[in-house]
């Protein structure tokens, strides 16, 4: 096969999984945000905190199946890769705070670094798809690709959960669709010229780092007692919404439980 046509293939099915459904998710959760009260985003926030839990233990327990006991180098690629991820990430707000950048942006800061962590969790599906693709597992890449494409959708919702009276222009919500599901067509571009355990490892230990920042950054916003209520009901559905789908896909892919 051609290798710029195969290239062009890979790419394509990273966009139908990653970025096709993401901005379908973008799209229907701004119209959702303009349409609700403002006493029910908190729901609708800690939905997206359940989305982001949930897809936080996917790509830890990912992460943890590469490593080995016998094999020290894995663990610390595991600990540095997330290590790094999360304090980078605090340094980073930090460092915008101090220098008085944020103060003018806080409301595009924790939306893109939802965005960066959702995208580097979507570069690990990517590494599936590709890997599958790669081996010529045409029936396994087909469920992949339609198993995340209902899966990526809902990640919209996470993106876009920060916004409350916020308005971001459509160049904004292009960059964050961008920045959360481009990376899925670089995840099957690498996989389906390269394989190493150490390079998912970094993936995964880094997207989940990125993943529980952003969480506890939702979650400092969020700190109204007279709130938290609507925000665990909403917390514990986005998780088993999420949880159930993926197990609905592990079905389907015939995984064990």
């Not at 939306?111 to 599958?132: D, K, Q, R, T, V």
Request: aromatic share 10%; net charge neutral; proline share 3%.
């Amino acid at each position: 096969m051609d290798h710029s046509l195969y290239a062009l293939q890979l790419l394509g099915l990273g966009g139908v999984a990653g970025v096709l459904p993401l901005y379908i998710g973008i799209a229907i959760s701004f119209l959702l945000l303009q349409m609700i009260q403002p006493p029910y985003k908190i729901l609708i926030q800690g939905f997206a905190i359940g989305i982001l839990c949930y897809l936080f233990f996917e790509v830890m327990h990912e992460a943890v199946e590469f490593t080995g006991a016998t094999d020290p180098v894995s663990w610390i690629v595991l600990v540095g890769s997330f290590s790094i991820s999360v304090v980078g990430l605090s340094f980073l707000e930090q460092y915008l705070h101090r220098s008085q950048t944020l103060s003018a942006s806080s409301s595009l800061f924790v939306p893109y670094m939802i965005a960066l962590g959702l995208g580097l969790h979507n570069l690990g599906e990517g590494l599936a798809i590709g890997s599958s693709y790669a081996q010529e597992r045409w029936v396994l890449s087909s469920l992949l690709i339609g198993g995340f494409t209902l899966h990526n959708a809902t990640e919209g919702l996470a993106v876009m959960s920060p916004q409350g009276s916020h308005h971001y222009k459509a160049r904004h919500m292009t960059l964050l669709g961008l920045l959360a599901g481009g990376p899925t067509c670089l995840g099957t571009l690498i996989s389906g010229y390269l394989l190493s355990p150490y390079l998912f490892i970094t993936f995964y230990a880094v997207a989940a780092g990125s993943l529980l920042y952003v969480i506890t950054a939702l979650l400092s916003h969020s700190q109204v007692s007279t709130l938290r209520l609507s925000l665990s009901i909403g917390l514990a559905s986005g998780l088993s919404i999420m949880y159930l789908t993926g197990m609905m896909l592990a079905l389907l892919l015939g995984f064990r439980s």
